[in-house]
């Protein structure tokens, strides 16, 4: 048995398709902070913080320091952004997490800056 679609179904069907699959795709962004070793001396800190920048996932994405999924570890604390549906609603959203940050005195990392590693879970790309 062989099952025809007239041109305007074959259309409809391909359209629901494509938004299934992008509806699962978000914007999402993580950001940790806290007083980070300067050059490696223990007695030199400095109040820093780390921004992943936008990034687009399916739905379910987070960051965390451990496999418990904890957002703090030591000193240190992560803020995860999104989902978002759209760039410019997370990119105020980022934008809003770093001006607190600099608000408070925070910094940009740079080199110098040690600060725990991150793991990413259900980090499933879109692009």
Known sequence: MKIMFSGAASLLLLCLL????SAACKYYAY??????MTNGELNNKQNVYRSSGLKKYEKGFRAAYTNYE?????????????????????????NKVIADL????????????????ILLFDAKSCE
Request: proline content about 8%; some cysteine.
């Open 102 to 117: 600099q608000t408070q005195g925070y910094k940009a990392k740079t080199n110098s800056h040690n600060m725990p590693a």
């Open 31 to 36: 950001v940790d902070y806290g007083p980070a």
């Open 18 to 21: 494509c938004t299934s699959a």
């Open 70 to 94: 904890s957002p703090t570890v030591g000193s240190f604390t992560m803020i995860n952004i999104g989902p978002y549906d759209t760039e410019l609603v997370a990119y105020d959203a980022l």
